[in-house]
């Protein structure tokens, strides 16, 4: 599997510091505080509506917080635009897939490569020559990854010709062929099968175990309790709990925000 | 200069003047997704600095026309000049519209700009000499080749032939290269696209200025040829047009987008002329127009993909060093989704 890059910060590599953010009025996300350590799973759960989403816009540069800073392995990345934060090594997947339809399902996990020689302007108009040894070292590592995700026999197929499921572990493929170091994963399991969802788990098992972090949006409470070392729990736009599993279970807040929503 | 050669040169410096115009939109609509309907002020802007360019200075002209800043530059300057007016004009527009826009906001305030422009021009007498124009534009060499009338169009149309095939060379470069790849993927999903650190803002300014660029060479070539230039040739319509030759030809492809520029601009719009001579005389640039409409949506409804659709970017087995164990028939491709600048009936 693609190797991700491993994180040298001493500190967390994510931390979140009273972050807010108003839709018309309505505060979506209300001075909410997490942090996640290199290595580390962290899931974040919680009712429809409690704003995970929009805190994983906040925090991968797709939406700029009113109050509150992203500290991104040290760096602040809170008024960055979301292709920088990408670039830094904070790589997200959304809700719904967000697969290049219209392009090949290999042409979808090299788009994010970074490095490419070919990207810049100046090679590119200067023909394949300068940068075709390049591309076909990416193109091995691209068909590498793909046939360890079961996808090896599509690579030549519209992304948008791919089953849900099959869609859902492109996306992550073409999320690891960025090299993250943190990868934001928005409700992973959500809307596929449950083999799609082992697969989904298995690729997680295994890349934690290379060493990448995770920060895991997700409904699915036992695909959580296996997985991640710590939850936090949101409900109406502010965090209720953060720990293990077993400690949010016993929380009174937790307890209020499933049954009161 | 025979009938016969002055029709045929004339068609054909028409058709590549089109052809790059449409290649130009197609880098911003095709690739991009960008709903430019200001793109023909790309082409009337290169037209007008190449014609401005090769005049002289505006007393040269007995007072007759107005216009700003005149010079008689040697061939090919104003050409290129032209290409990069019209490339800083395009992208100012891409400034001026933002990436932010949805594409509905983006079509209104482009178009919105077109007529404000055309208005403008018709407004300013001094700058572009209202609704007159300019005329006398010199042809460029004319005087050092020293050709028959005939034998030198014919020789604009290989110089015009040229051109388009330098400029194809670029756009198959930019369309085929990881940078091209990057494009594409912000007309698909530009927040997929963003999560991946493409930053879509720099790819909106690559096909800007470069479809511009290229807009305004071909007003530049069109002016140097016919030698007048009017701001009512240039109206946002005319931008419908070449949308149109696009959507025919095929929203993406190079060689389809020509294909469609054949069939809008020659076979349709040119094939009206030769209507019976008894139908009411205004009814046949009526009946240019009507044509290119229906086809247009008749593709939009039918084949939305055009003639010739998007290529597939994908690489044979063993060409890249991939294993040959791996036949192409052992690939799956699946069925090709509808785009999603062009979606045909019944898409969601």
Known sequence: ?261 | MSAVDFYATTLLVYFGVDVLAAWGLNLQYGLYGMYNFAFILFQSAGAYTAAVLTLGAPTHQFGAQQYFAGAALPFPLPIVIAGLVAGVLGLVIALIVGRGMRSDYEAIVTFVIAVMALLTVNAIIPLFDGQAGLSLVPQPLAGTLRLSAGAYAWVYVAFAALVCLASYVVMHRLMASPLGRAIRAVRENPSGAAALGVNASWCRVVVSVLGAGLAGVSGALLVEFIGTWSPGSWSYAETLVIFSAIIVGGVGNSIGVLIGVFVTQIVFAEGSRFLPTSLPPNLVGSLQWMIIGVMTLAFLWFRPQGIVPERRYCVPAGRDGSSGERGAAARKTGPVPSSSLVRGRGDS
């Open chain 1, 1 to 261: 599997m693609n190797g991700p890059v491993a994180s040298s910060a001493p500190g967390p590599i994510l931390q979140v510091s009273g972050v807010s953010l108003a839709f018309g009025g309505t505060l979506a996300v209300n001075g909410v505080s997490l942090s996640v350590s290199p290595g580390e799973i962290v899931a974040i759960v919680g009712p429809n509506g409690a704003g995970k989403s929009t805190l994983v816009e906040v925090i991968s540069g797709a939406l700029r917080p009113a109050a509150g800073t992203v500290l991104f392995n040290g760096v602040d990345v809170t008024r960055k635009p979301a292709y920088q934060v990408a670039r830094l090594g904070l790589t997200r997947t959304y809700q719904l897939p967000t697969e290049f339809r219209q392009m090949t399902v290999l042409e979808n996990l090299l788009v994010g490569v970074p490095g490419q020689r070919g990207v810049k302007l100046r090679y590119a108009l200067a023909g394949r020559r300068t940068w075709g040894q390049q591309e076909t070292e990416l193109r091995a590592k691209a068909r590498a990854l793909l046939a360890d995700l079961g996808l090896a026999d599509w690579e030549d197929a519209y992304a948008g010709s791919l089953s849900g499921g099959q869609r859902r572990i492109l996306e992550i493929a073409r999320a690891l062929m960025t090299g993250p170091k943190l990868l934001v994963l928005d409700e992973p399991t959500a809307g596929v099968t449950p083999s799609i969802v082992a697969q989904i788990e298995s690729f997680v098992t295994d890349l934690r175990a290379g060493g990448l972090t995770f920060l895991i949006v997700e409904h699915e409470l036992e695909f959580v309790e296996r997985q991640a070392d710590r939850v936090v729990v949101m409900a109406a736009g502010r965090v209720v709990a953060d720990g293990s599993m077993a400690q949010i279970r016993l929380s009174p807040e937790v307890i209020d925000a499933y049954l009161v929503g």
